[in-house]
């Protein structure tokens, strides 16, 4: 499967911004898909991951009540709203898919190549 993201750009505090993650090759559907990013200088950290199937969602703390997961059946898409970003939340997005449903990125197998999200103060 192939994972594309989008939706990333420049945005002041406070704003927000909607990063979508396509599939290709296949779909979703027995699949949960994460969010993680990557600040400059700093490890990867997982986001968001919701179950495809069930549509659990798992929220990493630093993101909860400001971020929103969701998917869209039909168009094989996973969406991460972000309201009221931060500059701290300045960093590469990267979606990928998982047969269970993890905040650890060893979990993932197929990841995109990621789109840049940067929070000016």
């Known amino acids: 499967v192939q994972l594309q993201a989008s939706g990333g750009g420049l945005v002041q505090a406070g704003g927000s911004l909607r990063l979508s993650c396509a599939a290709s090759?296949?779909?979703?559907?027995?699949?949960?898909v994460g969010w993680f990013r990557q600040a400059p200088g700093k490890e990867r950290e997982f986001v968001a991951a919701i179950n495809w199937s069930t549509g659990n969602t798992y929220y990493a703390d630093s993101v909860k009540g400001r971020f929103t997961i969701s998917r869209d059946n039909a168009k094989n898409t996973v969406y991460l709203q972000m309201n009221r970003l931060k500059p701290e939340d300045t960093a590469v997005y990267y979606c990928?898919?998982?047969?269970?449903?993890?905040?650890?990125?060893?979990?993932?197998?197929?990841w995109g190549q990621g789109t840049l999200v940067t929070v000016s103060s």
């Open positions: 990928a898919t998982s047969t269970v449903l993890a905040y650890t990125e060893y979990a993932y197998e197929y």
């Open positions: 090759g296949r779909t979703f559907s027995s699949y949960s």
